[in-house]
């Protein structure tokens, strides 16, 4: 039987796999947590549902990598580690791609989800939506139907 981690990951690539952004949603209160904590941050609750979120966040921070440990990333370096903080609350570690050349990254900057193929994997990664402001004014509310269909989104399930 695979350790938490291990289910956690491949429920997370997964998702991935198929275009979609998965985050675990606590069974008890509704709130979503970080992929790979055992318990609710919140509540403490073991019960998680896997739902799929917009991939819509902010820049929380970031460093940009210029030495990597690992062979295979060597080719993309300097590259950005970000952490991004998710419109549903969680901040995830991630990576941040298509800063325009000789741009740095900015803090609060709005960003959105998109997949890159790294070796077997396909891995969420983050792109700044700030060159379409238009977007970012109209920002509809946490689960607001409204705002929220007019732009384009992957599918909701789960909610
Ligand atoms: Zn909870």
Request: proline share 8%.
């Amino acid at each position: 039987m695979p350790d938490h981690q291990s289910k956690v990951s491949m429920i997370f690539l997964d998702a991935a796999a198929r275009g979609r952004l998965m985050l675990p949603r606590c069974g008890d209160c509704g709130k979503h947590n970080i992929p790979g904590d055992p318990t609710c941050a919140f509540c403490g609750s073991f019960r998680f549902d896997w739902v799929t979120v917009s991939g819509r966040g902010v820049l929380f921070s970031y460093a940009v990598v210029h030495h990597v440990l690992d062979a295979s990333l060597a080719h993309e370096v300097p590259y950005v580690v970000a952490l991004i903080r998710l419109e549903q609350g969680p901040i995830i570690v991630s990576r941040l791609v298509g800063t325009e050349e000789g741009q740095q990254p900015q803090v609060g900057a709005h960003v959105k989800v998109v997949y890159q193929v790294t070796g077997q994997h396909v891995l969420p990664v983050f792109t700044p939506t700030s060159h379409h402001p238009q977007l970012i004014t109209r920002e509809a509310p946490q689960g607001g139907a409204q705002g929220a269909a007019n732009r384009a989104r992957p599918p909701q399930t789960g909610s």
